[in-house]
């Protein structure tokens, strides 16, 4: 998981059910977030390439084509009062917990998916 902003890794892709699955788990912080006043973004990443064998041009164009599509897990980004990215909620890959990733953590919080006031409760207290 790569977090936007706080983090370097390289995401791993999720399959269409995962990642509908943490959209809607995210949609809930998205609202009581919005409830409060406070901005915030979902973001989905996708990586979508299309190749074939060949290089010449003329034979390109009638050859097939082939594709690839990779889905990264979404995230939630808060956007703080200077319109920054203050603070990123994405979805662990297995645990279903919400991570938090703050500016001034390397490492995110970790909140049980039953919790998402929480994870409310945790960005209101940055944000103030």
């Not at 979508?48 to 097939?64: C, H, I, S, V």
């Not at 297995?94 to 919790?115: A, F, M, N, T």
Request: aromatic share 4%; net charge neutral.
């Amino acid at each position: 998981m790569r977090p936007m902003g706080n983090s370097r890794t390289t995401p791993i892709p999720v399959d269409d059910t995962t990642a509908e699955s943490q959209d809607r788990a995210l949609a809930v912080i998205q609202r009581l977030l919005t409830e409060r006043g406070i901005r915030v973004r979902r973001h989905h990443t996708i990586s979508l390439g299309l190749f074939t064998n060949r290089t010449d041009e003329a034979t390109w164009l009638n050859r097939p084509l082939r594709s690839w599509l990779h889905r990264y897990p979404p995230e939630l980004a808060v956007v703080g009062p200077q319109g920054r990215f203050d603070v990123t909620v994405a979805m662990g890959p297995r645990s279903g917990s919400y991570l938090v990733s703050l500016p001034s953590d390397p490492e995110p919080q970790i909140v049980k998916s039953e919790c998402p006031e929480k994870v409310v409760d945790l960005i209101v207290e940055i944000m103030s």
